[in-house]
T-cell receptor, first 112, second 114 residues
Framework: IAGITQAPTSQILAAGRRMTLRCTQD?????MYWYRQDLGLGLRLIHY???????GKGEVPDGYSVSRANTDDFPLTLASAVPSQTSVYFC???????????FGQGTRLTVV | GENVEQHPSTLSVQEGDSAVIKCTYS??????FPWYKQELGKRPQLIID?????GEKKDQRIAVTLNKTAKHFSLHITETQPEDSAVYFC?????????????FGKGTMLLVSP
C-alpha cells in the first residue's frame, strides 16, 4: 500500500542521547518535511527537502539534522536530546514543494 | 517568511449548526491554501484545498472561500455532525514554485455536541 511510514511510533529517551526518527515514502514524492506538533503551537516545520540531495531549515531547526540521500527516505536526527524536544513528530511528503502534503502516523517522543 | 493566523482556537457548536474557521496570511505570493483535519491521536489529513485562481470551492458539506485582496480564507462546515469533532488546520504556500513549504496555522479545536 502506497504511503508514508514513520518509525518508531513512540519512544522514551534519556536526555543527552542521540536518536534518529525514520521516515520512508513510496509515492516517489519530490518534497519531504519534518514537523513537530505541540499543544497550542500547531505544526511547526523543522527541516525540509525539496528533492533528493537537498535540505533546508524550517522554523525550528536547532538541535535537529536531516539528510536526503534518496527520494524515499528522510531521517531526522537529534544529536543530543533535551526535554524541550518532547513532542509529536510528523513526517510528510508532497509531489512537489508546497503542494498537497501527506503525513505519516507520527512519532511520540518523550525526553526525560 | 509566511505567517498564518487562525481563529478561533476553539469552537463549540450544536449538531446541525454551521461552523466557520478563518485564517489570514501575510505573503501575497502565496497561492495554495489547504485545510487539514486531525482526529485525536491521528495524523492530519487533507479535507479540501483551494488555489488562488478560484474564490470558492465546495465538497459536500464543506466549502472554502478565498479573498486574495484581503489575504484571508475560511472553512465552512454545514450541518455539522459529531464526527466532525477534530482539530482543523489551515495552511498556505507558494504551491509548486520549486522551493515553497506549507506554513500552518495553530489549529482550531471543533467540538460538535449531539
Amino acid at each position: 500500500i502506497a504511503g508514508i511510514t514513520q518509525a518508531p511510533t513512540s519512544q522514551i529517551l534519556a536526555a543527552g542521547r542521540r536518536m534518529t526518527l525514520r521516515c520512508t515514502q513510496d509515492m516517489r514524492h519530490n518534497a519531504m518535511y519534518w514537523y513537530r506538533q505541540d499543544l497550542g503551537l500547531g505544526l511547526r516545520l523543522i527541516h525540509y527537502s525539496n528533492t533528493a540531495g537537498t535540505t533546508g531549515k524550517g522554523e525550528v531547526p536547532d538541535g535537529y539534522s536531516v539528510s536526503r540521500a534518496n527520494t524515499d527516505d528522510f531521517p531526522l536526527t537529534l544529536a543530543s536530546a533535551v526535554p524541550s524536544q518532547t513532542s509529536v513528530y510528523f513526517c510528510a511528503s508532497s509531489p512537489q514543494p508546497g503542494t498537497e502534503a501527506f503525513f505519516g502516523q507520527g512519532t511520540r517522543l518523550t525526553v526525560v | 517568511g509566511e505567517n498564518v493566523e487562525q481563529h478561533p482556537s476553539t469552537l463549540s457548536v450544536q449538531e446541525g449548526d454551521s461552523a466557520v474557521i478563518k485564517c489570514t496570511y501575510s505573503d501575497s505570493a502565496s497561492n495554495y491554501f489547504p485545510w487539514y483535519k486531525q482526529e485525536l491521536g491521528k495524523r492530519p489529513q487533507l479535507i479540501i484545498d483551494i488555489r488562488s485562481n478560484v474564490g470558492e470551492k465546495k465538497d459536500q458539506r464543506i466549502a472554502v472561500t478565498l479573498n486574495k485582496t484581503a489575504k484571508h480564507f475560511s472553512l465552512h462546515i454545514t450541518e455539522t455532525q459529531p464526527e466532525d469533532s477534530a482539530v482543523y488546520f489551515c495552511a498556505a504556500s507558494m504551491g509548486n514554485s520549486g522551493y515553497s513549504t506549507l506554513t500552518f496555522g495553530k489549529g482550531t479545536m471543533l467540538l460538535v455536541s449531539p
